[in-house]
């Protein structure tokens, strides 16, 4: 069982940056790749990025590739979305998200445990 609080969310200036940050409780953190998802209103909810249980393999969406960065600190039991280059078309809930299969899954119904989201909304 996996408990999972996001933080960071804000509003920012197109071109600037902001890191989200999924705060985990559990016993069993490392044992779950990690991922996050974005929702736009009217738009269904998407893959941005996901990290293995060591940390040591990411996975991205490829249209966010060298924008976004996502890292875990599995003694802090945190999962971090960095966002650089913001655009507005980035604006959305932002929600991480646990799953007890490869970082390779990028499937809403892939992962088990989700926050509760952050909304980050880009101006122009």
């Known amino acids: 069982q996996v408990q999972l609080v996001e933080s960071g969310g804000g509003l920012v200036q197109a071109g600037g940056s902001l890191r989200l940050s999924c705060a985990a409780s559990?016993?069993?953190?490392?044992?779950?790749?990690m991922g996050w998802f974005r929702q736009a209103p009217g738009k269904e909810r998407e893959f941005v990025a996901a990290?293995?249980?060591?940390?040591?393999?990411?996975n991205y969406e490829d249209s966010l590739k060298g924008r976004f960065t996502i890292s875990r600190d599995n003694a802090k039991n945190t999962v971090f979305l960095q966002m650089n280059s913001l655009k507005s078309e980035d604006t959305a809930a932002y929600y991480c998200a646990a799953t007890a299969l490869a970082y390779t899954a990028r499937r809403v119904l892939q992962y088990a445990y989700w926050g509760q989201g952050t909304q980050v909304t880009v101006s122009s």
């Open positions: 559990g016993r069993t953190f490392s044992n779950y790749a």
């Open positions: 990290i293995s249980q060591s940390g040591s393999s990411t």
